[in-house]
């Protein structure tokens, strides 16, 4: 779905369902993943909204948080069970602002540590698969080529192709849980945000798929 709403509209044929409003830092992964995610779990309990930035130059932490400000402002008749996730990665810009941001809104938030390919590489690999060298490689991500860093090359090993771009998402989505348990299994209870390699991303994929 993208941002350009009808001032005031109103959320028809969803009502019966909790809604569930995710706005990322990335403008073309992230809103695709979501979307069929949710489209794939068929789970009648909640309608996702997968927002899209018009702007793909405006991916600051502040930007994505707008957009659900957007949301909010333009639609009337949102409840009070309504959840609103802001996807980001922990390099972005002033990370540790958009979490008091965010908890000034009541929106949540989940990052990935160093990126969101961490939480896509998880739904194929347990990190226990590697190396300490190698973790540490994924944890720098440094650029191995002009369009691709080391994640996107472990990706691209496993899958024989990877586009971030253009996401193939039955790559991925039907490992969910495989993702979602060996997200949480290193993940920093208590935390914000992940300080070694990880992922929140699987609180809200958990939400989308969970039926009851």
């Known amino acids: 779905m993208s941002r350009k709403f009808t001032s005031r509209s109103r959320l028809s044929g969803v009502r019966d369902a909790k809604m569930i409003v995710i706005a990322s830092e990335g403008a073309k992964t992230e809103p695709k993943y979501f979307r069929n995610l949710a489209s794939r779990a068929n789970n009648s309990k909640v309608k996702v909204y997968a927002l899209e930035r ?26 009070e069970d309504d959840e609103f996730w802001v996807v980001v990665d922990v390099d972005c810009w002033d990370l540790s602002e958009a979490a008091q941001l965010c908890h000034q809104k009541g929106y949540n938030l989940a990052v990935s540590n160093p990126c969101i390919e ?3 590489l998880l739904h194929l690999r347990s990190l226990n698969d590697y190396s300490q060298d190698t973790l540490d490689e994924f ?21 024989g192709e990877y586009n971030k771009s253009n996401l193939k998402t039955d790559q991925f989505l039907p490992y969910v849980e495989d993702a979602i348990r060996r997200a949480k299994n290193i993940d920093d209870l208590g935390e914000r945000w992940p300080n070694n390699l990880g992922s929140k991303v699987y609180l809200v994929a958990e939400k989308i798929i969970k039926k009851s």
């Open 139 to 159: 944890q720098r991500n440094p650029k191995v080529s002009s369009t691709r860093n080391r994640l996107d090359m472990e990706l691209l090993e496993i899958l």
């Open 118 to 120: 961490i939480w896509l």
């Open 54 to 79: 018009e702007d793909v130059t405006t991916s600051s932490p502040k930007h994505v948080i707008q957009m659900l400000d957007d949301f909010r402002d333009e639609y009337s008749d949102l409840e």
